[in-house]
């Protein structure tokens, strides 16, 4: 079990010097967008999707400090929407939608799959594009399709690593340093 623990923090290292850079762009990509009214939309499956509403919720409720809410819609949530969609159009189907429903210039799509390769978030993001909107993918295992979907003004952070599990563990703090950064510029350095 120490293997665990040995293999993630490497993979936090690794995570470290590949991904720092990006974040930091990450940061002001979705900054800019909420201090021009626009809005974050995300979205994943299985443990992805637990991870869109987490951060979701971190935007409109709140991350560490108090502040005015953030507008943020987790894709991944409404189980109406989910089934109507899913049963109509089918599941590839579920998140392009919404995003086509939702989405305005300046919007920003945070697509979150560890394999690059969900069919469904993939969508997503072309709808977003479609839209005129930016994209922050997380990803691992090499980033997958989305490497075909995603253009220079988009950011990709991808993990590297090729287990779901330590990619999802990389995903959760990029989130939440995604936050962090938010905050930082809202409200100054923490004191
Ligand atoms: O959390 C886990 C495995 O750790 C699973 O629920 C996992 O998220 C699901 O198998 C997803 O469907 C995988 O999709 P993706 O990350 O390749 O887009
Ligand atoms: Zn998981």
């Known amino acids: 079990m120490t293997a665990h623990f040995n293999d993630a923090i490497s993979t936090f290292q690794e995570s470290s010097q590949a991904l720092s850079g990006p974040l930091a762009l990450g940061v002001d990509l979705l900054f800019a967008a909420l201090a021009n009214n626009g809005k974050i939309l995300a979205c994943g499956n299985?443990?992805?999707?637990?991870?869109?509403?987490?951060f979701i919720a971190e935007l409109v409720g709140r991350f560490e400090r108090e502040r005015l809410p953030l507008a943020g819609i987790a894709l991944n949530t409404d189980t109406s929407i989910l089934t109507a969609v899913g049963n109509d159009y089918g599941y590839e189907h579920v998140f392009e939608r919404q995003v086509l429903a939702l989405g305005q210039p300046g919007d920003v799509l945070v697509a979150i799959s560890t394999s690059g390769n969900s069919v469904n978030v993939a969508l997503s993001i072309e709808a977003a594009h479609e839209r005129d909107m930016r994209v922050i993918a997380l990803t691992g295992k090499g980033g997958g399709q989305f490497n075909d979907l995603l253009t220079p003004d988009d950011v990709h952070l991808c993990v590297p690593h090729d287990r779901t599990m330590r990619i999802q563990e990389v995903h959760i703090l990029l989130l939440h340093a995604l936050c962090d950064g938010i905050d930082a510029l809202l409200l100054g350095d923490p004191a």
């Open 46 to 54: 299985g443990g992805s999707a637990a991870d869109a509403q987490h």
